[in-house]
Each structure stands twice: as structure tokens, then as C-alpha cells.
């Protein structure tokens, strides 16, 4: 009875009427009524399949029981993993399913299967380990994982794969279809994503690292002041010169602009730039 009372829309019954008119709730009211709801303190009540609250307009909801809940959501459930198959198996061709399959539970040199190895974090963003990155997202490339399922959301691909990263591997190779199919692929276009992200913030991170150490040993190469002032004085010279006509004047005044131009030493950022690429 309860499933068939939640398969029903709520409705409000107008206490004021004999024979109560039906009326449909919105979800606003439903959820307000709920958070006033208190349980009934009689003991006398008959028991039912649920709970009666109040809503803002006096009228009586019932509302059903977690255990009855957690079945409702546990079919809705079943039925996304479902239609998320079906999504992928309309995307994926069977051999390519077999192939990510078949990588999964395949051995890394070091002994551990490679769905560990994609999922395990990098310690460290130094050399070996962006490199390690690397390998992985080639890997997944190679598997062509980044040419499907673009349709899913992220939601559901970051839950089915940190279901599958929950179990071992053994464990996984046991979960029957469609579970399986929807965890696999889920599973490493996650990876692909973290990888990714990974080995942008990396490299990010190892050129910032290398910029502060080559940086400590580049003192100031030039007084951008003094040049400043320098250039000042000069300008103030030229014009000091009142015989000079005006189209002179210009002329003088260009030559010392360029002069001073060609003439600046390097900056700091361009020595660091080039001890760097050295």
C-alpha cells in the first residue's frame, strides 16, 4: 500500500469540507511542512504507513517511512544505472568494451593491476611522476576513452567510479551487467578527467619551481631610475637649446628615444628567461 500511495502525487485535504476536495501541493509547501513536522505523542492513534504533517494551509500530507523511501530511491537507482548502460552501449562498440575491460585487470610492471595504478594519486610533481601522468592519460588515449561518452554528466561518472575504486579489483571483475559495464566506463573517463587536471597543476607547479630557483641566483641587472633620470636630463638639455627650430628639435628628440631604447640591458625576467632555457 505504501508503494502505491507513492506513486501517487501528493495531495492536500481541506479539513473545513465534508466531502474534501482534492488539491495538489507544491513541492515548496511539502518541504516546509516537513520541517515543522512533529511526531504525534498519542498512543491510542492506529498505526499506518506513515507520518502526518501540517502544511501552511492546515491541510494533512502523509508522508511515507524511510524504509519505504530508501526502497523508492533504490528503484530509481536501478533504473539510472540502467538507461546509463544503455547510453554507453549505444556509444561504445562490444570489442572496445572488452579492451577496457581487459585493461583494467591488467598487471603494471611492479605487480599491481592498472586500476590501481590509474586511480593512486602522485605524491609529488617532480619529474618522474608528471611522467608518470603522462603514461597514464596516453594510456586512456590509446584506449580511446576520450572519443565517448561526452553525453554523461559529471555526476554520474565521478559516482560509478568511486564505486568501482571502492572495491578491489578482483572483487569488480565479479559485478554483473549492467553495473559493470556503466562502472568500467565511468570509471576511466574519470581517470582521464583527474589526469588531466593532474598534470596541468603539475607541470604548473615544476615551472614555478624552477622559476624561483633560477631566480635567486639573478640579481638586478640594470636602475630602471637612474636611466630614468638620465633620460630626463637629456631631454632637458635639448631643450635648454632655444636656437634649435622646431622640426630639429623633434628630430634630436627621436634619435635620443631610440638611442636610449637600443641601448637598455636586458631585464631581470628576460636573464632568468634565458639562464632557464639554458
Excluded at 216 to 233: H, I, M, R, S
Excluded at 250 to 262: E, F, G, K, T
Amino acid at each position: 500500500m505504501a508503494r502505491s500511495m507513492a506513486q501517487r502525487p501528493l495531495r492536500a485535504r481541506s479539513p473545513s469540507k465534508a466531502s474534501p476536495a482534492r488539491n495538489e501541493i507544491s513541492l515548496h509547501d511539502f518541504i516546509l511542512a516537513l520541517g515543522r513536522y512533529r511526531p504525534r505523542q498519542s498512543n491510542s492513534a492506529p498505526r499506518n504507513k506513515g507520518v502526518e504533517v501540517t502544511d501552511p494551509g492546515q491541510s494533512k500530507i502523509l508522508i511515507l517511512r524511510d524504509r519505504d523511501i530508501r526502497v523508492l530511491v533504490t528503484a530509481a537507482l536501478g533504473q539510472l544505472e540502467e538507461e546509463t548502460a544503455k547510453t554507453i552501449a549505444a556509444s561504445v562498440l562490444p570489442e572496445q568494451l572488452v579492451r577496457w575491460r581487459d585493461a583494467m585487470a591488467a598487471l603494471r610492471p611492479d605487480g599491481q593491476t592498472q586500476q590501481r595504478w590509474l586511480w593512486s594519486a602522485p605524491a609529488k610533481h617532480s619529474t618522474k611522476q608528471i611522467g608518470e601522468v603522462f603514461e597514464r592519460i596516453e594510456l586512456l588515449y590509446a584506449l580511446n576513452v576520450h572519443k565517448h561518452l561526452d553525453d554523461l554528466s559529471g555526476l554520474i561518472v565521478r559516482r560509478y567510479a568511486r564505486r568501482l575504486a571502492s572495491r578491489p579489483p578482483s572483487v569488480g571483475a565479479r559485478i554483473k551487467e549492467p553495473a559493470r559495464t556503466v562502472e568500467v566506463g565511468c570509471f576511466l573517463r574519470h581517470c582521464l578527467f583527474t589526469s588531466t587536471d593532474q598534470a596541468i597543476l603539475m607541470v604548473q607547479r615544476r615551472v614555478a619551481d624552477l622559476w624561483r630557483t633560477v631566480a635567486a641566483g639573478v640579481t638586478e641587472t640594470v636602475n630602471w631610475a637612474d636611466l630614468y633620470k638620465t633620460l630626463l636630463a637629456e631631454l632637458a638639455g635639448l631643450v635648454a637649446q632655444g636656437e634649435l627650430q622646431d622640426a630639429e628639435l623633434r628630430a634630436r628628440i627621436v634619435a635620443l628615444l631610440s638611442a636610449s631604447q637600443q641601448g637598455k640591458p636586458p631585464s631581470r625576467a628576460s636573464v632568468v628567461l634565458r639562464r632557464q632555457a639554458d
